[in-house]
């Protein structure tokens, strides 16, 4: 497939250029992307924000469950966050009465398309990951 252009998705103006290189596929964006993709930009940049739908991504959460896979977020941060989310149309509340009172929070049929997001980044710091710790780890001993 060396050199096969192919239209995935033309509402994302992403082209996918398949080259053989040692680490798979090249990315070419139209140069209206970066207006089409700063909203979920904007979302997922949020202080929390990957972590809280990484768990997510494993399956229907609770409020106290999420909060202690996310320790030390605070309540009120992680309530901030899953609001926001709800009304993105990524997660869904669910609240069952009783005593005591619970709610489930899982994402969407539009949250759950964030996988591959995640699964791209995963992929990228399998390539690049070691580079970006040594330059880390080097700043830091700079620093100190």
């Known amino acids: 497939m060396n050199g096969t ?6 509402s994302y103006k992403i082209v996918q250029l398949f080259h053989k290189m040692n680490y798979g596929v090249i990315m070419m964006m139209d140069r209206s992307c970066p207006g089409t993709v700063e909203p979920i930009l904007a979302l997922l940049d949020g202080k929390w924000m990957l972590l809280l739908l990484f768990e997510l991504f494993n399956g229907t959460r609770r409020f106290g ?19 926001l989310l709800e009304e993105k149309g990524i997660v869904t509340r669910t609240l069952y009465p009783g005593v005591p009172l619970h709610v ?14 995640f699964e791209a980044m995963w ?22």
């Open 123 to 144: 992929t990228w710091t399998q390539v690049h990951g070691a580079y970006l710790k040594d330059e880390m780890s080097d700043a830091g001993e700079k620093a100190n």
């Open 104 to 117: 489930e929070y899982e994402l969407t049929e539009a949250g759950q398309g964030l996988q591959p997001i």
């Open 65 to 83: 469950e999420l909060r202690r896979k996310l320790h030390p977020i605070s309540p009120k941060t992680l309530t901030d966050r899953l609001r």
């Open 5 to 10: 252009v192919v239209l995935l998705n033309s």
